[in-house]
């Protein structure tokens, strides 16, 4: 299906694959996340054709998937005009085995979560480097935290001596002197934590979001209804929530 090398092409695959199954004609609010792997959900959308995408609204996760929506001319609205969203499909940085997340790679979790939660299913998309077992398996940089500007130094010393992450650090600009701003004008703190501690993802969101000063936490915990791995063969995994399982299932190459 993808005519894209290498990781460019398991992203597509994932994208066109999760747009073939979950947005239907009969969907007409549509949250897009952000990253590298939305552009091509954006893409898959646009295939579906003028007529259909005529009657939909689009609802962003951030600046990226706003000018998303914007260059491809689709409709644009915001989360406080359609509290409830059909399919929001959005990337991860890392997915476990019962399809908990970390996200906020780039910086724009609070919104995306908000996009997941109003979504009445919530998709995740990657290439299969993100498919892992359990969180932290390859994604070092930490759990991504929004923070209150002048709260980050006291949410850093917590996170570094209460909550065991000792290397947690501000996320700093890369074309900027000065830490990462979220659309949202806030700070992102990374902070990685050991297995140990982040082997129940649910309990570790609940303690750093009841730190004073967190907005936010990049942990989605029992929020995403499947995931999509585009792997390098040209096959996608699939895990879905089936009753209280996560079922994972192949889609050969074409
Ligand atoms: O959470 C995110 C942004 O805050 C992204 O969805 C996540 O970083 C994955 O991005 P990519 O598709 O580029 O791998």
Redesign the pocket.
Known sequence: MSQLPGIEGA?QLAAYTAVDKHILPHHKIIGI??????PYVVERIMQQGTELNKGRTFIPT?FQSKELIIEARLNLGDVDQYLTIDVTI????EVDAQLNCI???????LR?KVLAEAAKSFII???YR?NGKYLGENFAHGV?IEVVPFAYAKVLQNLRSVLGSPNASLRMAKAKAGPVVTDNANFVIDAPFSRDLIKDPSSLLTKIKLLTGVVEV?LFCNIAQAAYFGNQDGSVTIKRVEGAKVIEESIAAS
């Open positions: 992203k996340g952000s990253g590298s792997t939305v951030g959005d990337g991860a940085d996200k906020g790679g780039g910086a724009c979790h995306e998309v990657a290439d993100k991504p990049g």
